[in-house]
């Protein structure tokens, strides 16, 4: 069966994630993130919103995920107005990829799929300390709507970050 790429950056394609790929999506989360979800967070992303599971492979090894939803609710960048809007739920790179335009690819084509289902904008949420990642996200029009705090387990707070998705 033909894996679904969505985009190639370099030597490295990006792709539809697939039940056998959860796994090694689940071990970079737990090597690269200090947040974890259950082994059926996953599998629930991946069977309600398949096309905006993505992971990034080389050579047939996994080595970055995006995960995306879609939800309604209030706009992150309009006053007063609902919007349908993608979430970037959780990314990672492993460590030994990044600087290589991973993450820009998997944002980028998470943007495309999120388009796809005819959302007006993309959050995410970002630890208030993770620099390197807020810088990725601005180089990317995506700006800081608000401030969450102790949203982590560990008691950091999280920017909220937002942008318009062209159609």
């Not at 994630?17 to 979800?37: K, R, S």
């Not at 990044?98 to 993309?122: D, F, P, Q, Y």
Request: with cysteine; glycine share 8%.
């Amino acid at each position: 069966m033909q894996k679904a790429v969505v985009a190639k950056v370099g030597d490295y394609t990006v792709r539809r994630c697939e039940p056998g790929d959860v796994p090694v999506v689940m071990n970079i989360n737990m090597t690269t993130l200090p947040e974890h979800y259950t082994d059926s967070f996953y599998y629930d992303i991946l069977r309600e919103f398949p096309e905006m599971f993505l992971v990034a492979e080389l050579g047939g090894e996994v080595v970055g995920y995006v995960m995306n939803r879609i939800e309604y609710g209030f706009s992150y960048l309009r006053r007063l107005g609902l919007a349908r809007r993608g979430h970037i739920v959780s990314i990672a790179v492993k460590d030994e990829h990044r600087g290589k335009g991973i993450g820009t690819a998997l944002v980028l084509a998470s943007h495309e799929e999120v388009a796809r289902k005819s959302a007006t904008e993309c959050y995410l949420e970002v630890r208030v300390s993770n620099e390197g990642a807020i810088r990725l996200y601005e180089k990317l029009g995506y700006r800081k709507t608000g401030t969450l705090e102790a949203y982590y387990r560990d008691g950091e707070a999280a920017f909220v970050m937002a942008t318009r998705i062209a159609r």
